[in-house]
């Protein structure tokens, strides 16, 4: 007993170190859920590698940002589906229209696919062709405009855009510039124009002005129209010409023909086709040479002819006199080829 305390109650009371330690993993334990036991390892054997922690289910990524939201992604979501190819348009059963005749058999030897996309660009390019002509159509209604004053043009050195630049600018500076830039404009057309500004308006004189000038205008129009109808008239003609299977060399010759008709050497397109195969040197070996090819057949099928006149019944046989000296050359031939046919 020391200081009146018994000293074996006190060593009693007293936990030892093992079972302190006990006492806390219990409570730790209890306060923790269960953890799978490990399995028993050898000495030897390495250590297992830390475990990969599996995915988060707070929206949030491996690093604790938050996930951007994406409909597709959210659980029960159903998978995102591939939009489907369009289908492929059945192809015809005919070669486009703009084909050659040589080439529309080998339309049916072609794959389907290669059959509808044939005609998708055959019609693509249909389309483009129409807005095409639409635009060319708006171009030759304003170029025609311009035809009147072609002299006026021609004077300046000025092309119709140019012109049509210079007036559009011109208004849109009167209708939106300054006070005094307007006054600048107005100066400068009448200094340009010669107006002079000296003398007070005379109403009465500017419409009887106004009015001759509305008749100039009309006569330059009625000649423009004219003119053009005139060139429409010779561009037919040109066409037809062109057209004839009679004029076989036409497209060799075509230039020569413009130049003698421009220079005043032909009055017509036959006349000048005429002389341009004579100019041409192809063409006129080539005519040269069918004569040739010409000249030696046709004896060959007169002499045919003869023959089965005198094979006939009751028709004698065709000698040939002594001593004919006849010249049978080939340009003999020709000549006398030629001698027939006037």
């Known amino acids: ?122 019609n693509e390019l249909q389309q483009g062709f129409q807005k095409v002509s639409q635009r060319a159509g708006v171009a030759e209604a304003v170029l025609g405009e311009f035809a009147p004053y072609a002299t006026v043009l021609e004077a300046e050195k000025a092309t119709p855009i140019e012109a049509i630049r210079t007036l559009l600018q011109t208004a849109h500076a009167l209708r939106t510039g300054g006070p005094e830039y307007k006054k600048a404009i107005i100066l400068g057309l009448v200094q340009q124009y010669g107006v002079d500004m000296s003398t007070e308006l005379n109403p009465q004189a500017a419409k009887t002005e106004a009015e001759l000038a509305r008749l100039q205008n009309e006569q330059l129009y009625g000649q423009a129209r004219q003119q053009s109808a005139l060139t429409q008239e010779v561009t037919n003609e040109f066409t037809a010409f062109a057209n004839d299977p009679a004029n076989e060399f036409f497209p060799q010759v075509r230039q020569i023909m413009g130049g003698l008709v421009g220079q005043g050497y032909a009055k017509s397109l036959r006349e ?24 030696v057949e046709q004896p060959r099928k007169r002499a045919a002819a003869n023959m089965s006149v005198t094979n006939s019944v009751g028709a004698g046989h065709m000698v040939p006199a002594k001593g004919d000296k006849r010249d049978t050359s080939i340009r003999a031939s020709i000549e006398a080829a030629m001698g027939d046919a006037e």
């Open 272 to 295: 000048a086709y005429d002389m341009a195969i004579g100019m041409h040197p192809e063409v006129r070996n080539t005519i040269w040479s069918r004569a040739q090819q010409a000249a």
């Open 1 to 122: 007993m020391e200081n009146g305390q018994d000293v074996t109650a006190n060593e009693d009371v007293t936990p030892s170190l093992g079972e302190a330690l006990t006492t806390a993993l219990e409570q730790r334990e209890s306060a923790q859920p269960a953890a799978a036991p490990e399995p028993l390892r050898s000495s030897g054997e390495d250590a297992p590698a830390a475990a990969v922690p599996g995915p988060r289910t707070d929206g949030r990524d491996e690093f604790g940002r938050f996930k951007p939201k994406d409909p597709a992604a959210a659980p029960g979501a159903a998978p995102a589906q591939t939009p489907a190819a369009p289908a492929t348009p059945p192809a015809a059963a005919e070669a486009p229209a703009s084909w050659r005749d040589d080439v529309k058999p080998l339309y049916a030897g072609l794959p389907e696919p290669v059959k509808a996309y044939v005609h998708q660009r055959e």
